[in-house]
């Protein structure tokens, strides 16, 4: 039972915008959405999480549907070097190691991102 | 520069022999753990450490040990190391606990036990 469902591969053009969808229809409402990225075997990289407002960093848009069923990752002029397998997951704040809570991160299958010159 | 750094990154070993692959972070963060990431089987973890001399086990743990007895350090030990623990290794730490989903990871080791 994936918990959130994305594309298995997706195609870009070097200097447009990536929109990377994921949906999460069953989301509970004090569960994150966060993303990573893995580039070929190196280690993940953080991107961005959010919970219901749209978040914006250095890196990349998170937008969220209103019933939170749904986001996009957008990356606003992608590059080369986003080429990558990127993960979309979600889970609620993390608990403190006395209740339960381990730090742990959970990544599903991921979609591959391709950037093309 | 703010980062994670693991050492070997390759390694290639035989069945038995103790091998102790390091992980150390620049950060001051609290919370460290140990992945394995295998074909089909995406992402486990090991093991993780809320804070010094605190570690507790992950979804993977048998065949493994770590410590923390510093902040900045948390090696992963292999005792007698097995074919089956082939596999690419990545720590990753995190202010935690809110700052969980922002972790931060190492480039990982690649190990082949033979």
Redesign the interface.
């Known amino acids: 039972d994936a918990k959130t469902t994305q594309p298995t591969s997706m195609d870009c053009a070097e200097g447009r915008a990536a929109n990377l969808p994921c949906n999460h229809s069953t989301i509970s409402g004090n569960e994150y959405v966060y993303w990573y990225r893995q580039i070929h075997s190196q280690g993940p990289q953080y991107i961005i999480h959010g919970l219901k407002n749209n978040e914006t960093n250095e890196m990349a848009s998170l937008i969220i549907t209103e019933d939170r069923k749904s986001s996009t990752l957008i990356l606003p002029h992608a590059t080369l070097r986003d080429t990558a397998v990127y993960y979309c997951n979600r889970a609620p704040l993390t608990e403190p190691r006395e209740q339960g809570g381990s730090e742990k991160l959970v990544f599903g299958k991921g979609m591959k991102l391709t950037v093309n010159p | 520069e703010a980062q ?1 750094t693991q050492n070997p990154r390759y390694l290639i070993t035989v069945t038995g022999k103790k091998l102790t692959v390091t992980c150390s972070q620049n950060m001051n963060h609290e ?1 460290m ?1 140990w ?1 394995r990431q295998d074909p089909g089987l ?2 486990r ?1 090991i093991y ?1 450490s ?1 804070n010094v001399e ?1 570690t ?1 086990k ?2 993977v743990p048998e065949g493994y040990k770590v410590s923390r007895k510093e902040k900045r350090n948390f090696p992963l030990i292999l005792e007698s190391p097995s074919p089956n623990q082939t596999s ?1 290794y ?1 720590c ?1 730490s ?1 202010s ?3 700052g ?9 080791t ?1 190990l082949t036990v033979t």
């Open positions: 994670v919370y753990s992945y995406g992402l973890q993780y809320m605190v507790d992950g979804d690419l990545f990753a995190s935690g606990p809110r969980v989903y922002e972790q931060y990871f190492g480039p990982g690649r």
